[in-house]
């Protein structure tokens, strides 16, 4: 990191955790997430010299592979998918990393396979890790990293809990499960997912993936308003006006249609990513910095989110779909309906949004919107918080609505920062014109972990925090399954204002959609 110059620098307590080396296993260990995330970022942590001495990594899948056909695999998925890409080329440090590197079959619905790892985890046999140096040490420590379909999640810790490689009081070290999303359909089902884990894993022992509290940004809201006294003061109802929370992207569903499908942009993205940042913003001080504090905080956020009628919900929300269209590139972009696996007469939503608001003391009142949507023009993550119009008398009086109201934008992606914006008067005019304060991450630092790196060194250090427990996960579903059901009682050909579905083109930008969708009068004084 190039600390510019010699402002106080305080590095936060590193030795409270500290990653462990284990057996880190990764079931889907042949698929599309362990070759372009897991296994990079494993790389990179080692590249930077953060993974700890001792880690094994085992890929699992039912693929014949041998290890030395899959480290070659890995070693091409890492080389073009690594930050490091000068030093990813680096024979010495790929041979060495790759030495670590293992590979076993396993269909996860075959309870037989579950006998070597046991062999492995429990009864410590090394000749199950065929080549494994006669220097190295079997870590006493497991985590299982669950890259499969949801479906398995259920499927793989029972399997392992019944062949004793559960997280067992009694087993030497500590045996982690690392759960990727989507966690659950909807609130019952989540429950269930959760009943079925703590059969066989501790709550403590459970890392439910939300990637983008991995994110730099993301992680820095709390450092940026809970180290600072300037915002604090004024991050509540007196002050704000309203918060937007956007996410939004270029593509649309490429080849996810068969997940897509049944899932739609308020599952996919609004239950995870947007409540996150929602919580994130909003929540109150924690009592420490400790995992369980955070998250009892993020917990009261989401209680405090209203229990919405029908019609308030539909008030509130809006769904989009996207036509056939042109992306950003100048690339066709296929109709929604036409894309793979998608079913012709789809009503799925690719655009959501929900207005809603957290009656707790701070924040009563303040319309909190939730977006996100594909195949538009614009690809980015931020929040922005608008501040209150200034009183009507002196600028305000004279400029009205042409007097800017103050706002805080904390970008997500690209170009992760925060900017101020404010009123200051035109040099040589008699005029006022906003203006911002910006800052860039990129101008101080060329250091951008991928969140990947941050969630895998966190699991195996055990600091839960930017994870997700699991009531955190059934209170966000319970606001998704209420708009779902809104939705459902609609027709999707009626007016969006209805609750119907909006097709727009493909390539549309968020401006255009929202005064299309958004800004109709319904919105205006929601109740
Ligand atoms: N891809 C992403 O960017 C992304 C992003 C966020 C979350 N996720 C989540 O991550 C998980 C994995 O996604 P993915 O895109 O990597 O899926 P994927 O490409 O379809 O890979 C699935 C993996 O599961 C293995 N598998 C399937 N059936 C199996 C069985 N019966 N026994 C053992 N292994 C089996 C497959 O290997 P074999 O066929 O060789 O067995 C493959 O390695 C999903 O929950 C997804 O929602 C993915």
Redesign the pocket.
């Known amino acids: 990191m190039n600390i510019a110059d010699d402002s106080p620098y305080c590095r936060l307590d590193t030795t409270r955790f500290s990653p462990e080396p284990a057996l880190f296993f990764v079931?889907?260990?042949?698929?599309?997430?362990?070759s372009?995330?897991i296994f990079p970022a494993l790389y990179d942590l080692y590249l930077e010299k953060q993974l700890p001495v001792g880690l094994l990594m085992i890929g699992?899948?039912?693929?014949e592979y041998s290890t030395e056909q899959f480290r070659e695999i890995m070693r091409t998925s890492c080389m073009a998918h690594s930050r490091h890409k000068a030093e990813a080329l680096h024979d010495e440090a790929w041979h060495d990393f790759s030495q670590r590197i293992f590979y076993l079959r396993?269909?996860?619905?075959d309870t037989g396979s579950y006998a070597t790892i046991r062999k492995l985890v429990v009864e410590r046999d090394r000749s199950v890790l065929a080549g494994l140096g006669p220097g190295a040490e079997l870590p006493e420590n497991t985590l299982y990293y669950l890259?499969?379909?949801?479906e398995?999640f259920p499927v793989i810790a029972e399997n392992l809990g019944r062949s004793g490689c559960g997280s067992d009081a009694s087993s030497q070290g500590w045996r982690r499960l690392v759960v990727?999303?989507?966690y659950g359909k909807d609130q019952q089902s989540a429950a269930r997912l959760t009943e079925s884990l703590h059969r066989w894993f501790e709550e403590r022992d459970i890392y439910r993936i939300d990637?983008y509290l991995g994110k730099e940004a993301v992680q820095n809201l709390l450092h940026f308003r809970f180290a600072n006294t300037i915002f604090e003061p004024v991050w509540n109802r007196n002050y704000i006006d309203r918060i937007e929370i956007t996410v939004v992207e270029q593509e649309g569903i490429g080849t996810r249609g068969g997940?897509y499908d049944g899932f739609g942009a308020a599952r996919d993205m609004l239950q995870n990513h947007l409540t996150q940042l929602l919580c994130l913003t909003v929540m109150e001080p924690p009592a420490s910095l400790s995992p369980e504090h955070i998250r009892d905080e993020k917990v009261k956020v989401l209680r405090a989110i209203p229990e919405y009628s029908k019609e308030q919900i539909l008030a509130r929300a809006r769904r989009g779909q996207y036509m056939a269209g042109t992306d950003a590139q100048g690339r066709a972009v296929p109709d929604y309906r036409a894309e793979h696996k998608v079913r012709p007469d789809s009503a799925t939503e690719t655009y959501a949004s929900l207005t809603l608001s957290v009656e707790n003391w701070r924040f009563s009142d303040v319309p909190i919107t939730l977006r996100t949507g594909k195949a538009l023009a614009e690809k980015y993550s931020e929040i922005v918080l608008y501040f209150k119009r200034p009183p009507s008398a002196l600028f305000a009086a004279l400029c009205g609505d042409r007097l800017a109201t103050n706002s805080l934008t904390v970008r997500i992606q690209p170009d992760e920062g925060i900017w101020l914006s404010f009123n200051a008067k035109v040099p040589g005019e008699p005029a006022i014109r906003s203006n911002s304060l910006r800052f860039s991450y990129r101008e101080v630092t060329d250091y951008f972990p991928e969140a990947y790196e941050r969630l895998i060194l966190d699991a195996l250090s055990g600091d839960s925090t930017l994870f997700i427990r699991a009531d955190e996960s059934e209170l966000a579903w319970k606001v998704i399954d209420r708009l779902e059901a809104a939705w459902a009682s609609v027709e999707s050909g009626s007016n969006p204002e209805e609750g119907g579905l909006l097709r727009y083109s493909a390539g549309t930008s968020l401006k255009a959609l929202r005064h299309q969708i958004e800004e109709s009068p319904r919105l205006e004084g929601i109740s």
């Open positions: 079931f889907g260990a042949s698929g599309d997430l362990a372009r995330k699992a899948a039912r693929r396993n269909d996860v619905e890259a499969v379909t949801p398995f990727e999303k989507p990637h997940y």
